[in-house]
């Protein structure tokens, strides 16, 4: 794999998370999530991996796809370049209308915009081996609209209008080069750039709306990777590689000050660095039953020179042919966002120095233990075990700031590696494959989520939320066939259920100050949200006839229409906090299409 930008719609700068992914799932070949202990290959990460894979288009014939559905349009097209050739293509376009949804159910106050494009191209040769040209880039922008009407204005009224998106993608070429009949090189060049914006302004009493937060943020990598693979016998194979990456940025951040009747910079950074990596991980087979990886992970940080050897090591011990036993351990380090490390800061003889620059590395100990068990051929039980250990967190000298919780906030302090963090829980899970069209998952969690900073206090993270499960519950009918028409009907319900989230509160004091929300970072995560209790459900009507395949589809999203929090704000002319909800509930209908 290849680090690229966060490829997530909706994106909130620091974070790796989104609304909705920049792809479509039916580009997906087979994929790889890794919640903690993963293989040596993989670096510069301290709490999870996702190796996600598109597949290669249809080298044979031609196929396409479409979807209309309340959220936009998915269009979807593969085949070979030209008849009889082995290359091929692979293209998915989204486009959502989701704004549109907004107007017609009246959910004005929540506008979401984005679309997409992603695809794989394949060309084989004879005697160079395998290229792939990949991209992936999407657009999306989420405008929270205060209220026009004043003459609806009441305490409850929202007048802030909030914007925040993201911009971003990335093109690769791969190279698959076989060697010999055991072994191939595999390459990647790619490079990604993503622009990320928080803004908001407030709706005034003369209807116009005036700068309240201000922060953009755009990073850009180009990165190089080469590995050998090489199978030594029948149980022993080796992977070996390296990961070069250039790293730039950029960052501006900005708040309003009604002590100064403008916006005060809260901070501007800019540079760029990059960072070496390189591994090495081995698989033994020792007697069918017991299975070793093993490796070593290597990452150098070139801005202040810092580095990290990194052990991995995992098992799978097959107990017999219902039950298999399996578990790993891994030293993780990562470099932190390039905002932190090029922070500046003036002294009073007016020199500019960088405080932060010489940070170490974050650390983290990872270890899993999972045991799975076949009750019957299509019933199977998964418990899982984790604890992850992070230590060297950049945080505030005897204070409660920690990078852990860095999503939109600028840190304009000096910064430690005091830091620590901790999360252990365990999961368990029961599934069952379909059988005579009857499915069903369940899935539970109990967990906890906690940081320390400076002040060596632990304290809850955002989702420190305890406990989690997840039903789903679904039933596909093969009805009565038509001529050379198959006829399908299918149902699902999705119930899930989990403890709520914590959010920093508003500092009162300090907002009618500054004339702008302003929140308590000395008592971070301590205000409980409600726990969450959500119900989806779907039917479907499908027809598969020789040449073509079409499925209509209802889907209601959120029946119960429990809405979250999305966020806290200070309303200064009313003298109080103002709460932004989300939607409620969504009914989805659609219509497919696959020729």
Same mark, same amino acid.
């Given at each position: 794999g290849i680090?690229?930008?966060?490829?997530?719609?909706?994106?909130?700068?620091?974070?790796?998370?989104?609304?909705?992914?920049?792809?479509?799932?039916?580009?997906?070949?087979? !994929?790889?999530?890794?919640?903690? =202990?993963?293989?040596?290959? +993989?670096?510069?990460?301290?709490? &999870?991996?996702? /190796?996600?894979? @598109?597949?290669?288009?249809?080298?044979?014939?031609?196929e396409h796809a479409i979807q209309v559905n309340?959220?936009?349009?998915?269009?979807?097209?593969?085949?070979?370049?030209?008849?009889?050739?082995?290359?091929?293509?692979?293209?998915?376009?989204?486009? !959502?209308?989701?704004?549109?949804? =907004?107007?017609?159910?009246? +959910?004005?106050?929540?506008?979401? &915009?984005?679309? /997409?494009?992603? @695809?794989?191209?394949?060309?084989?040769?004879?005697?160079?081996?395998?290229?792939?040209?990949?991209?992936?880039g999407g657009l999306s922008e989420l405008t929270i609209a205060p209220s026009r009407d004043s003459s609806t204005w009441d305490a409850e009224t929202n007048k802030t209008q909030r914007n925040l998106g993201s911009n971003s993608g990335a093109i690769g070429l791969v190279h698959y080069l076989r060697t010999s009949d055991k072994g191939y090189w595999h390459s990647v060049v790619a490079g990604s750039i993503g622009k990320y914006f928080d803004n908001a302004a407030y709706l005034e009493n003369d209807l116009k709306l005036y700068t309240r937060d201000w922060s953009d943020y755009q990073d850009s990598r180009i990165t190089f990777t080469s590995d050998y693979n090489h199978k030594f016998g029948r149980r022993h194979s080796n992977k070996t590689g390296v990961i070069l990456t250039q790293l730039n940025h950029d960052f501006v951040s900005a708040r309003y000050n009604k002590q100064i009747y403008g916006l005060d910079t809260l901070g501007v950074s800019t540079g760029g660095s990059q960072t070496v990596q390189a591994f090495t991980q081995s698989q033994f087979n020792l007697g069918g039953r017991f299975t070793i990886n093993a490796g070593l992970h290597y990452l150098y940080f070139a801005l202040n020179q810092k580095q990290s050897l990194e052990p991995r090591l995992g098992f799978i011990y097959r107990i017999n042919d219902r039950s298999l036993l399996s578990g790993g351990y891994g030293l993780h380090s990562k470099v932190e966002d390039l905002s932190i490390y090029f922070y500046q800061k003036e002294l009073e003889d007016g020199t500019i120095y960088q405080p932060n620059k010489n940070l170490d590395l974050m650390k983290a100990h990872h270890g899993v233990l999972r045991y799975m068990y076949f009750i019957r051929p299509k019933l199977k039980w998964t418990t899982e075990v984790y604890m992850q250990y992070m230590y060297n967190v950049p945080s505030a000298p005897n204070g409660a700031f920690s990078t852990l919780n860095l999503l939109w906030e600028f840190p304009t302090i000096a910064l430690e590696n005091v830091g620590q963090g901790r999360n252990y829980g365990i999961e368990m899970s029961l599934e069952r494959s379909t059988k005579k069209g009857y499915y069903f998952l369940i899935t539970g969690a109990l967990f906890s989520a906690e940081y320390a900073g400076g002040d060596g206090v632990w304290r809850n993270t955002e989702f420190n939320q305890l406990f989690s499960y997840n039903v789903l519950v679904g039933k596909e009918y093969d009805r009565e066939s038509k001529g050379n028409k198959q006829r399908f009907f299918s149902w699902n319900?999705?119930?899930?259920?989990?403890?709520?989230?914590?959010?920093?509160?508003?500092?009162?004091?300090?907002?009618?100050?500054?004339?702008?929300t302003r929140y308590d970072f000395d008592n971070p995560y301590t205000n409980k949200q409600p726990n969450s209790f959500l119900i989806d459900a779907s039917i479907r009507f499908k027809n598969i006839r020789p040449n073509m395949t079409g499925e209509f589809s209802i889907r209601i999203k959120n029946l119960l229409y429990n809405r979250t929090v999305i966020n806290e704000e200070w309303d200064d002319n009313a003298q109080d906090i103002k709460i932004i909800r989300d939607y409620g509930m969504i009914p989805l209908i659609g219509y497919k299409v696959w020729f």
């Open positions: 680090p690229i930008h966060n490829p997530n719609h909706f994106a909130e700068i620091g974070s790796t998370g989104g609304f909705v992914t920049q792809f479509s799932t039916q580009l997906l070949t087979t !994929s790889e999530f890794f919640s903690g =202990a993963f293989p040596a290959e +993989f670096g510069n990460a301290n709490s &999870a991996v996702f /190796d996600f894979k @598109f597949r290669k288009g249809n080298s044979e014939k031609r309340v959220f936009g349009v998915d269009v979807a097209t593969e085949g070979p370049f030209k008849k009889g050739g082995k290359a091929s293509y692979l293209i998915n376009y989204r486009y !959502s209308s989701l704004g549109l949804l =907004a107007k017609t159910f009246r +959910f004005e106050s929540i506008v979401p &915009a984005y679309q /997409d494009l992603s @695809f794989n191209l394949n060309f084989p040769t004879k005697k160079m081996g395998n290229f792939n040209i990949f991209g992936i319900v999705n119930m899930k259920h989990s403890g709520g989230t914590w959010r920093t509160p508003v500092e009162i004091d300090q907002s009618k100050l500054y004339g702008w």
